[in-house]
Each structure stands twice: as structure tokens, then as C-alpha cells.
């Protein structure tokens, strides 16, 4: 039950709802110059496209920008993002996947949905809900699978730049629902791609409506289609669903993940210094996005109450409920929605990480 995650909150009622809808996922941010080494081999000029669902024109296409100046002074011009792609105009992120595959493009910068389509393992960050209890875990654990995460990307033939998060996915409804018995009475929002996701909410109970996220504004104003969706705040701000949906639960149901990947054969072509400096700049840019998004969507939480979102913030009894809940929904996600190895080596490290906390 997740949503797109974006870099920056903007004024909603400056941009179109599919702008808003498609602020979803995370982009490059302010990071430090590395340099090649002055005895460095130079590549070939190479001239890369990337595309993105970012709008034109707004922090995170500007950030990204940034990014592409810098990967253009590290390798003093060799590399550049000559073409930006954004606003979606390469499709969704399964098209923007082929595009890759067949050429038409070098790089992307996609949500976990994107990035769990090129390898499951990925999903293990995402679609284990409520297993993180702070988001410092799931940096942990996202941490010491990345490695494992790019050998995976690399057999698909992506090179996996950085991942990074933008805060928890909450729970909004159009009508107050706190516990998960309430939410199965609801029509809620999945995507319309996602079919195993889908088939495993129907089998938890819960009436799942498949639809586009370019969808889920129309779908909560337009009669009964649609009552409530899990997504990030900021999401929620940006997209105006607060207006409809003005109930959340505080509840840290999942976080919100995502990443740059580029052809691995472009990647492949590049001197190791080139990589070097090139990766240096992208997981610093991760980094640093993380921080920014984690800030935006806690801050959107605010911004929402203050203009009439009500906020249900748990009891003892209904935290307890929804991690009941949770732990009935985990057997059915591992093996399904994520790869029973990934799953089991989540739980590991985070025991292990438990164990050393005092």
C-alpha cells in the first residue's frame, strides 16, 4: 500500500493534478565536486538521456539538472545528461524501463515499484509492513543489502546509482477508519500494475480499486469509486487527496523508497575513475535527498492539519491491533511479494542490528 515519493513540496494550487501526481519519486540534490584523477583515462564523449515522472521546472527536475552539471565537471565534459525527459514523457516507469532495455534511453529515476520490477529483491525495502520500526532500521538494512541490490540490477543489465527514501507511507480515508477492520469496509486505492500486490489484498479482506495514480484525485471526489489509499503525506498535500480523504492514521505502515538506475552497458563503457567520481556524486545525492524528504513529509503532516485533516494518532490498544494485523500479513508477503531469501535475510539484520542497540 504505497505511493510515489517526490523531492520537494510545492503549492498545489500552482500546478495541474497529474504535476502532483506524477512528484513521484526522488531526485539528485546538492552533493560535493569530485574530480577525476588528473591521470585518469577520458572516455569518449557520451551524451546520456535520462527520464523521470518529475515536472519541468521544479526542485527536483532543477536538482537533477545539478546532478547532470556536476557528472559533466567530475569527468571534465566526457559525461553528460544531454536530454531530460520529465513530466512522464516517456511513460510510466515500466515504459521508461523498455526504453532503457531497447536503447532509447541510458538512465531513469523511478520509485520501488520501478526498481522491483527489474529485480524482486528490492521489494523486501517496501512491501514488509510494519517491520521497520524507525526509519534508521530500514537505512541499516537498506544499507547492507545495496550491494546485493545492484548484483541483482546488474544481471538485468541496470546499474543501480542509489537508493534513498522519502519517510513512512500513512493510511487516508475519506470517513474515520482507525483500525485495520475498518479499512477492509473501505474501497482502496491499488495500483492498477501491481497484480500480485492486488490479488494479496483480496485475500486479506480488503477491496482493493486497481487504478492509475493519475486516477486516485478523480477517484475520491467522483462518486463511490474510491475511499481510501496508503500513500506519504507529502503525497497527499501535494495531490490535494487531504481535500476528500481528511482522515489519517499515524501509523508507520512502510517506507517510501526509490532510485536512479542507469543501462548497465553505458555504465560498462566507462573508465573505473569515471564510475568512481560518477557514483561518489550520485550516492551523496541519495543522501542528501533523504534528508530533505524525510523533513517535507513530516512538515506536509502539518501543513494538512492546519487546513482540516484529522489526524488519529494510536492508542496502546490499536497499535497493537494493526501489528497483529501485520504479522498475520507478513507469511502471505514473503514468497509472494517478496522473494522468500530477501525476506528472511531482512529479519536477520535487523535482529542482529536490535541485539547491538543498548
Known sequence: MTCKPCCQPVDATRLSRRVFLRQATVAGALALWPTLSPKAAAPARLRLRLATLLPRDTSGHKALLMMGEKWKTATQGAVEIANFYTDGV?????????????????????????????????????????????????????????????????EKGFMLLFMTDAGWVRFFSKTRAVLPEEFRRLKIFAERSDEPYIRLMRQIGFQPVPLEFTD????????????????????????????????????????????????????????????AALLK?????????????????????????????????????????????????????RGTLVPAEAFDEVMRLLKAYRAGKP
Request: charged share 20%.
Open 90 to 154: 516517456m511513460g510510466g516507469e515500466l515504459d521508461m524501463l523498455r526504453r532503457i532495455r531497447a536503447g532509447q534511453l541510458h538512465a531513469a529515476l523511478i520509485t520501488s515499484m520501478g526498481l522491483g520490477e527489474i529485480h524482486p529483491d528490492v521489494n523486501c525495502i517496501q512491501k514488509m509492513p510494519l517491520v521497520f520500526r524507525t526509519l534508521e532500521e530500514q537505512t541499516h538494512v537498506r544499507n547492507a543489502l545495496l550491494e546485493r541490490f545492484r548484483a541483482r540490477m546488474a
Open 216 to 275: 486516485i484525485l478523480q477517484g475520491l471526489t467522483a462518486g463511490n469509486m474510491l475511499d481510501a489509499l496508503a500513500c506519504a503525506p507529502f503525497y497527499a498535500l501535494a495531490g490535494q487527496f487531504y481535500n476528500a480523504a481528511k482522515h489519517m492514521v499515524d501509523l508507520n505502515w512502510v517506507p517510501l523508497s526509490g532510485g536512479l538506475v542507469l543501462h548497465r552497458k553505458t555504465w560498462d563503457s566507462l573508465p573505473a575513475d569515471t564510475q
Open 281 to 333: 556524486i550520485a550516492t551523496e545525492t541519495g543522501e542528501e535527498i533523504q534528508s530533505i524528504s524525510r523533513k517535507e513529509n513530516d512538515d506536509a503532516v502539518a501543513a494538512m492539519e492546519k487546513r482540516g485533516l484529522t489526524v488519529h494518532r494510536l492508542d496502546a490498544a490499536g497499535q497493537k491491533s494493526w501489528e497483529q494485523f501485520a504479522e498475520g500479513v507478513l507469511p502471505l508477503v
